[in-house]
């Protein structure tokens, strides 16, 4: 139900921007999550945007590089990676699910709904 797009080759300083969209919904009252798993590691979780009031959380590593944001499209939510760096390189998830406490908003079990991934690679 939801899938992602956007990812790709890059090299390290580029930038990418996902987007993670919904087929059947809106993400009205929904929170909104990327997650990542890199080579041979556990998934991650990434930034997450609660849709309604638009309050957004990240990974210490990318804040000041990523930026979630959903503009005027019911059911599309974008991450914007700036200054990619190689340990970026992961496969990125998106994820979303009503009712996602706040507590728990970096956790992949809060979520039902999930993509089947976009790769990134960021090369040196």
């Known amino acids: 139900q939801l899938a992602e797009s956007g990812g790709g080759l890059v090299q390290a300083g580029g930038s990418l921007r996902l987007s993670c969209t919904a087929s059947?919904?809106?993400?009205?009252?929904?929170?909104i999550a990327w997650f990542r798993q890199p080579p041979g590691k556990e998934r991650e979780f990434v930034a997450a945007i609660r849709w309604n009031s638009r309050h957004t959380y990240y990974l210490e590593s990318v804040k000041g590089r990523f930026t979630i944001y959903r503009d005027s499209s019911p059911n599309t939510v974008y991450l914007q990676m700036n200054t990619l760096k190689p340990d970026d390189t992961a496969l990125y998830y998106c994820a979303g699910d009503k009712g996602v406490i706040l507590s728990s908003t970096r956790s992949a079990a809060s979520y039902d709904y999930w993509g089947q991934g976009t790769q990134v690679t960021v090369s040196s």
């Open positions: 059947g919904r809106t993400f009205r009252d929904h929170t």
